[in-house]
């Protein structure tokens, strides 16, 4: 089955505990992603990867790390979480990097920074 | 910068009854334009893509249609059912990737 999983589900953390978001598909695409979602400010991107050892910022980078090593992974790293980056996070990815195809998205991770 | 509203923020409607959901965009220069379903606390379901040559695509009671010159998408669910009831997002992407820029999205509720 075609999928993009994510792991955790559901973490709660204290500030300043690094922490990694996993997340993988199985699809071989070139494209990854990662959004945050927040009431009222709904979905925003955070990095994105156009292919492996390929990563850029988007909009609300601060504080993040992702890194692409293998095609298939892309983890989100918080170095130091701060109670601003509680938040629903989602992975995404497609298989055109600049192509009109649909992205396909994980089931969230729900993060608590306390 | 590609901005993407979506209103009204939320709507209701007898079981039945046609939805008709808007999306608006500022950069006529969009890729594509995407429809997504959200069910509460889950993940985002895609339904509808429409490629920036397209004007329309359909897949079963669900039509989406672009209109780049007006900076309109129009998402039209017929027949709507309870089940239908969910929030509802575009997303635009623009030609240097495949970056999607949300919309706040339109939280439906169709009562029995």
């Known amino acids: 089955e075609a999928q993009v999983t994510q792991n955790p589900r559901y973490l709660i953390t204290v500030t300043g505990k690094k922490l990694t978001v996993t997340c993988s598909q199985n699809m071989n695409h070139e494209y990854m992603s990662w959004y945050r979602q927040d009431p009222g400010l709904g979905l925003r991107q955070i990095y994105y990867s156009m292919n492996v050892e390929v990563t850029d910022k988007g909009d609300v980078p601060e504080g993040y790390k992702v890194s692409r090593k293998e095609k298939r992974n892309f983890p989100l790293i918080l170095e130091s979480p701060s109670p601003n980056q509680t938040s629903l996070y989602f992975c995404a990815s497609s298989g055109l990097a600049g192509g009109p195809d649909t992205q396909y998205f994980g089931p969230g991770t729900r993060l608590t920074v306390l | 910068k590609q901005e993407v509203t979506q209103i009204p923020a939320a709507l209701s409607v007898p079981e039945g009854e046609n939805l008709v959901l808007n999306c608006s965009f500022t950069?006529?220069?969009?890729?594509?334009l995407q429809w997504f379903r959200q069910d509460p606390g889950k993940g985002l379901t895609s339904l509808l893509l429409?490629?920036?040559?397209?004007r329309e695509q359909t897949s079963g009671r669900l039509n989406a249609s672009l209109d780049k010159s007006s900076g309109r998408s129009t998402l039209y669910i017929a027949a709507s059912q309870p089940g239908d009831s969910a929030t509802y997002l575009c997303a635009g992407s623009g030609a240097a990737g495949n970056k999607l820029t949300f919309g706040g999205g339109t939280r439906v509720l169709v009562k029995p």
């Open positions: 950069d006529s220069a969009i890729y594509n």
């Open positions: 429409i490629q920036s040559s397209q």
